[in-house]
């Protein structure tokens, strides 16, 4: 037995997760510092548990006066505050997307889990070794910084569609709730995702959740039944096509992706090739 570091009490869980995932001991059953989470008893564990449990002796008359104790108990505010400031998953956090640039905030690690679709100790795990997480970076907020997040959540009756990008093939879905539950992601993912897609101008990458391209149905019928103008900067060939589907057919490439090309307002060259203009 030997002592590694010392340091303060706010930064043990923290600093017994970086030797933790540093030495790998192998007498620690537990990985996560702080947490039993993964851990199982052994059947004679559970024996033993059980074999002391029944043999508490412990009068009906106790439980049930010990059980109106805790149901007439009242908390003051100051001690509802204490327990959820003690709670470590109580943390602000940002995810800062890799790819977008773009950044969100969350009043807890359980609701940044939350938009993630994980549990919270694995926003606790990557927001400790500040490694990324399905290309969002984890960070803390510091105190006093923290400014709730004002983004809405996109309309969960949105029809929407997905397209997959390696083959091409498209799912359309009538709501949100649907495509999420097919995606197995949480609606907030989703919605943060549609609003990156709008906004975004500058990312040259099409973004994906789990393979699939995702747009709205009603922009997306919009912008097929447009006449486009496709311009091949190699070439400075013009052609004009009678809607989206046609160039993308004509093009070889994913009728979806020219959607998302004029979602995003891009001028650049698609693929460094061409460029889209809707007539």
């Given at each position: 037995?030997?002592?590694l570091?010392?340091?303060?009490?706010?930064?043990?869980?923290?600093?017994?997760?970086?030797?933790?995932?540093?030495?790998?001991?192998?007498?620690?059953?537990?990985?996560?510092?702080?947490?039993n989470l993964?851990?199982k008893?052994s059947?004679?564990s559970?024996?033993?548990?059980?074999?002391?449990?029944?043999?508490?002796?412990?009068?009906?008359?106790?439980?049930?006066?010990?059980?109106?104790?805790?149901?007439?108990?009242?908390?003051?505010?100051?001690?509802?505050?204490?327990?959820?400031?003690?709670?470590?998953?109580?943390?602000?956090?940002?995810?800062?997307?890799?790819?977008?640039?773009?950044?969100?905030?969350?009043?807890?690690?359980a609701?940044?889990?939350?938009?993630?679709?994980?549990?919270?100790?694995?926003?606790?795990r990557?927001?400790?070794s500040?490694?990324l997480?399905?290309?969002?970076?984890?960070?803390?907020?510091?105190?006093g910084?923290?400014?709730?997040?004002?983004?809405?959540?996109?309309?969960?009756?949105?029809?929407?569609?997905?397209t997959?990008?390696?083959?091409?093939?498209?799912?359309?879905?009538?709501?949100?709730?649907?495509?999420?539950?097919?995606?197995e992601?949480?609606s907030?993912?989703?919605?943060?995702?549609?609003?990156?897609?709008?906004?975004?101008?500058t990312?040259?990458?099409?973004?994906?959740?789990k393979g699939?391209?995702?747009?709205?149905?009603?922009?997306f019928?919009?912008?097929?039944?447009?006449?486009i103008?496709?311009?091949?900067?190699?070439?400075?060939?013009?052609?004009?096509?009678?809607?989206?589907?046609s160039?993308a057919?004509?093009l070889?490439?994913?009728?979806?992706?020219?959607?998302?090309?004029?979602?995003?307002k891009?001028?650049?060259?698609?693929?460094?090739?061409?460029?889209?203009?809707?007539?």
């Amino acid at each position: 037995m030997e002592i590694l570091e010392y340091c303060s009490k706010v930064e043990v869980l923290a600093r017994e997760q970086f030797y933790l995932d540093k030495f790998k001991p192998e007498y620690n059953i537990l990985k996560i510092a702080g947490s039993n989470l993964g851990y199982k008893h052994s059947v004679a564990s559970l024996k033993l548990m059980s074999i002391a449990s029944k043999s508490r002796n412990l009068s009906v008359e106790f439980l049930k006066s010990k059980r109106e104790v805790m149901l007439g108990r009242k908390l003051s505010k100051t001690q509802l505050e204490n327990m959820a400031n003690s709670n470590p998953f109580r943390q602000p956090v940002v995810l800062s997307n890799s790819q977008t640039g773009d950044s969100q905030q969350f009043t807890s690690m359980a609701q940044a889990a939350q938009f993630l679709g994980v549990h919270m100790t694995t926003v606790k795990r990557y927001l400790i070794s500040s490694k990324l997480y399905n290309g969002y970076t984890i960070t803390k907020v510091k105190s006093g910084l923290y400014l709730p997040s004002t983004s809405g959540l996109t309309n969960e009756r949105q029809a929407v569609l997905l397209t997959d990008k390696a083959s091409g093939v498209t799912k359309q879905f009538s709501t949100m709730k649907a495509a999420c539950q097919y995606l197995e992601i949480s609606s907030k993912r989703l919605s943060n995702y549609l609003k990156n897609n709008e906004s975004s101008s500058t990312n040259e990458q099409i973004s994906t959740i789990k393979g699939f391209i995702i747009t709205k149905v009603d922009s997306f019928v919009k912008r097929y039944s447009k006449t486009i103008e496709v311009t091949n900067i190699h070439t400075n060939e013009i052609t004009r096509y009678s809607s989206v589907s046609s160039a993308a057919e004509a093009l070889g490439i994913s009728a979806a992706s020219i959607s998302t090309y004029f979602n995003r307002k891009r001028t650049t060259p698609f693929r460094n090739k061409y460029l889209f203009k809707l007539i």
